[in-house]
């Protein structure tokens, strides 16, 4: 859960600051973004056409990794590794297109969208994993509700209120996870100005270890 926390910090960063300012796996960020551009409250008005087109991408990403879980599952077998290395193939996408087209100098051409919905749909990847067979487990691309449950929890914590081993339990699984997103944020930052988009492969070889070497979750079986 943590190593998934890590890829979506570090590719929805590394994505924002290169690929004017797409939100890979924040939906939300582009409409605000989006809206924003339109009514002409701020100056970065390029990459308008990828936000746009990051959306649909992202659905329809999803709904292929939905299809494809339901099919596994329907003949019951396990899709877990299936899923997550089919999400490093698109985060190796993301990084060769990035490396063979860049630099973008144009939010609008066909190279930046192309790069940009790529990262778009290896999110959406993600997210239909932690939406389906890893429902058991809080988002790993949307800190904001973790970390509202964080403060909730420590709160009654302190105070020794309700059932405080489920508070320590739940605990235990968010603050490793927002801790890895907010470490991949940083170092999604950091590997991008230090060496571009060759950072990328670290949230690659995040996901293929996890397709490869992760037990699949509870709920998938």
Same mark, same amino acid.
């Given at each position: 859960m943590s190593a998934l926390g890590f890829i979506s910090g570090f590719v929805d960063t590394l994505g924002f600051i290169a690929l004017f300012k797409l939100f890979a796996a924040h939906i939300t960020g582009n409409v605000v973004l989006i809206a924003? /551009?339109? !009514?002409?409250?701020?100056?970065?008005?390029?990459?308008?056409?990828?936000? &746009?087109l990051a959306i649909p991408t992202f659905i329809l990403a999803a709904i292929l990794t939905r299809m494809f879980i339901i099919r596994r599952e329907?003949?019951?077998?396990?899709?877990?590794?299936?899923?997550?290395l089919g999400e490093a193939v698109l985060l190796t996408g993301f990084m060769l297109a990035a490396l063979a087209w860049s *630099?973008?100098?144009? @939010?609008?051409s066909t190279a930046a969208i192309a790069t940009g919905l790529l990262a778009a749909a290896a =999110?959406?990847?993600?997210? /239909?994993?932690?939406?389906?067979?890893?429902?058991?487990?809080? *988002?790993?691309?949307?800190? /904001?509700?973790?970390l =509202?449950?964080?403060?909730?929890?420590? !709160?009654? !914590?302190?105070?020794?209120?309700?059932?405080?081993? +489920?508070?320590?339990d739940r605990l235990a699984g968010l603050v *490793?996870? !927002?801790?890895?997103? /907010? +470490? @991949? +944020?940083?170092?999604? +930052?950091?590997?991008?100005?230090?060496? @571009? &988009?060759?950072a990328l492969v670290a949230p690659i070889l995040a996901a293929a270890s996890l397709g490869f070497f992760g037990k699949p979750h509870p709920a998938a079986a």
């Open positions: 924003a /551009t339109l !009514v002409d409250q701020i100056d970065h008005h390029y990459g308008l056409a990828m936000k &746009f329907r003949r019951l077998l396990e899709a877990t590794a299936h899923v997550l *630099p973008f100098t144009d @939010g609008a =999110m959406g990847v993600q997210n /239909t994993a932690a939406r389906t067979f890893m429902n058991g487990l809080p *988002p790993t691309t949307v800190m /904001t509700g973790n =509202m449950q964080i403060i909730v929890d420590v !709160v009654d !914590v302190l105070h020794r209120h309700g059932k405080l081993e +489920a508070k320590f *490793p996870l !927002v801790l890895s997103f /907010t +470490a @991949g +944020a940083v170092l999604g +930052a950091v590997g991008y100005v230090a060496i @571009g &988009f060759l």
